[in-house]
């Protein structure tokens, strides 16, 4: 059983630029949507089969493209980026179709992506970083497509951690403690700060400390 972790939080407060202190090479980076990443860096490389096969960066919106990806991969952290694009961007490409069988589709293809995730090595950490957004009664979730969606499936709760964005005097955090009005939650003990600076390396060393978890790497340097 590998350890998922969603990261919410609006555009523009942090989501992308806290993959700025990982390691390239370690790194799996699924972007749903392509952009340019919010800092610099040379090591991140988009893959193409002809001219970079070690590129670490690969653009899909397909939820069976996306579960083959984090199979077959050797790296032991990987980031979806931009996940909420995968349900809005098939929806624009059904939205021709009439009834309600296509959110089902969709609710479906989240709902495998997501528990196909959690499947994966024991050593392997997946960070599902997407929007948020604000209820009728004010509380701040996971983007979706909509009520009948959102019928269907709550992704927040198919993970033990979840983590918000969170800025303030220009500085970029997660926050690790429900504010009453939010979906975060983290295991007791994990964090002990009600937020902490948002670097995604910084994160993924206090997960795998606290559930005890080594990768290959780290046994064969042993």
Known sequence: MSTPVLIIGASGTGKSTSLRNLDPAKTLLIQVIQKRLPFKSNDWRYFNRETCRDGNIFVTDVAAEIITLCRKTS?????????????????????DERGFDKFTDIGKHAWEVITELSKLAPDVCVYILTHSEETENGMTKMKTIGKLLDDKIAPEGMFTIVMRTHTEDGKY????RNSGSDIVKTPIGLFDDPRVDNDLAAVDQAIREYYEISTTQDKEAA
């Open 75 to 95: 790296r032991k952290m990987i980031v979806i980026d931009d996940f909420q694009y995968m349900l809005s961007n098939e929806f624009m490409r059904r939205s």
């Open 173 to 176: 955090f997660f926050t690790t």
